[in-house]
């Protein structure tokens, strides 16, 4: 599926970034059609070299992704299926973006519950608009729970305790209170919102790629691996990525520029925007 041939994503692509506008009225349903093109595009960025960053955001300012569509579960066998053997499509899709050595940042200024908010799970980052962003799994109250990935990602993030108050609760959480449980990174005003999570985005984008993956399945390890086993990773990560001649260079230009004296240490910052412009 090309680019053009989408027809409820716009993709736009800048500077290493793949900006993502899901645009499926009247509410963002996550429909079938829908999760073909998330799992389509899961393919088509994994591929693109070009593409070190991607950013998803809504068309609809009050619904992000409203939830699964619920007359496709109610259609679901009256006699329960065996076990499974493989991922279903909304799983293959956060599980694609999850391991592909790129970055993933939702945007939420609108409603995330049930699917949504487990797609939203699924990616790396996640920032949300104070008064806007909503964020719940009010799958039990219908009668079933999150079957999208929601009771197995949430309390690796949030904990078991809250992850019970949010799945069995099935009640509305702000951006203020899912930064604070750890549901998002941050909860910033509506007019923050844009200029913080783009400027990340260049950031990250102006970064090498291999040290962004080496990172990015790093820090994943920590979840996945005893700590001994995981510090050997990051010990094997970190020899692949200082090996890279970017790498090199990089380093090189962080003293050519006053890396380690005092005067440049005090405003380090300002060096990591210097290696972004260059």
Not at 22 to 38: A, G, K, M, R, V
Not at 41 to 65: H, N, Q, Y
Not at 204 to 221: D, E, G, V
């Amino acid at each position: 599926m090309a680019e053009q041939d989408y027809k409820l994503l716009k993709v736009r692509k800048d500077r290493g970034v793949a900006f993502v506008t899901i645009d499926n009225p009247p509410i963002n349903l996550l429909t079938l059609e829908l999760l073909e093109e998330l799992l389509m595009l899961s393919f088509e960025v994994a591929l693109d070299s070009g593409i070190k960053v991607i950013v998803f955001d809504s068309a609809d300012p009050e619904f992000f992704i409203a939830h699964f569509d619920v007359s496709v579960l109610s259609l679901l066998p009256d006699t329960p299926p065996p076990r499974p053997s493989e991922l279903h499509d909304l799983n293959k899709t956060c599980e694609a973006f999850r391991r592909m050595p790129k970055v993933s940042i939702v945007k939420l200024e609108g409603r995330a519950r049930g699917g949504g908010s487990e797609f939203c799970l699924g990616m790396d980052m996640r920032f949300g608009a104070i008064g806007k962003a909503i964020l719940a799994q009010p799958e039990v109250a219908l009668g079933i729970i999150p079957g999208g990935g929601g009771t197995q990602r949430l309390p690796r993030l949030i904990g078991s305790g809250r992850a019970l108050e949010v799945v069995l609760g099935c009640g509305d959480l702000s951006a203020e209170e899912a930064e604070r449980y750890g549901y998002i990174n941050r909860a910033l005003p509506p007019e923050d919102l844009t200029p913080f999570v783009e400027d990340l985005a260049f950031r990250i984008a102006s970064f090498p790629a291999a040290a962004i993956a080496a990172a990015k399945l790093a820090i994943q390890s920590a979840s996945e691996l005893p700590l001994i086993e995981g510090l050997l990773q990051e010990s094997f990560l970190f020899g692949q990525a200082a090996s890279v001649k970017e790498a090199k260079r990089r380093m090189s230009r962080f003293l050519e520029l006053g890396g380690q004296t005092r005067e440049m240490e005090l405003d380090l910052g300002d060096m990591v925007k210097a290696f972004s412009e260059e």
